[in-house]
T-cell receptor, first 116, second 114 residues
């Protein structure tokens, strides 16, 4: 499978715990995005990486959230001291700058987080 | 602040009928996307519209873009049950960081009844 993959697919955690999600983009895609989708809403942008550089963060990304993309390959999104309001689907997308299909973002299957 | 608004938000229709979903956005953009989402699933890309007047068709779905009116439409022809899903439009925003982040509408939930 050469698509975007995310792990885990589902995560249930208790309030106050830390969680980490992983995204593996399509090979050679240099752009990587994280979005968050709550029930009944459209996805909202969280952060963007070009290669290993984090170039934009949404104001939705509080100090409890941190994202990395070491070596410009996979990315991780960590949420510290989770709150019930963090319950959502976390989506990762990747795209390639330049070449055919440069404008299309390919989405992974998402990680559904439930904070109890 | 860029806003993307879809209407209707919910659409119940009979098989065989035609209908149109509208997507309005509040700022200049030349990249408009349509995605489909089934319950509990991720987003499936349907169309990427890159220029004013662009029209793309795939099966019973046709999308168009009018950048001057800041309007895109998704037209459904002779609906079938398999088209039941939530449809999102999204606009790409580049800004100073050249991110190309997507701003999504609220989604239109389509229910096609036999």
């Amino acid at each position: 499978d050469t698509g975007v993959s995310q792990d885990p697919r589902h995560k249930i955690t208790k309030r106050g715990q830390n969680v980490t999600f992983r995204c593996d983009p399509i090979s050679e895609h240099n752009r990587l995005y994280w979005y968050r989708q709550t029930l009944g809403q459209g996805p909202e942008f969280l952060t963007y990486f070009q290669n290993e550089a984090q170039l934009e963060k949404s104001r939705l990304l509080s100090d409890r959230f941190s994202a990395e993309r070491p070596k410009g390959s996979f990315s991780t999104l960590e949420i510290q001291r989770t709150e019930q309001g963090d319950s959502a689907m976390y989506l990762c997308a990747s795209s390639l700058r330049g070449g055919r299909g440069e404008y299309e973002q390919y989405f992974g299957p998402g990680t559904r987080l439930t904070v109890t | 602040e860029l806003k993307v608004e879809q209407n209707p938000l919910f659409l119940s229709m009979q098989e065989g009928k035609n209908y149109t979903i509208y997507c309005n956005y509040s700022t200049t953009s030349d990249r408009l996307y349509w995605y489909r989402q089934d319950p509990g699933k991720s987003l499936e890309s349907l169309f990427v519209l890159l220029s004013n007047g662009a029209v793309k068709q795939e099966g019973r779905l046709m999308a168009s873009l009018d950048t001057k009116a800041r309007l895109s439409t998704l037209h459904i022809t002779a609906a079938v049950h398999d088209l039941s899903a939530t449809y999102f439009c999204a606009v790409a925003v580049y800004g100073s960081s050249n991110t190309g982040k997507l701003i999504f509408g609220q989604g239109t939930t389509l229910q096609v009844k036999p």
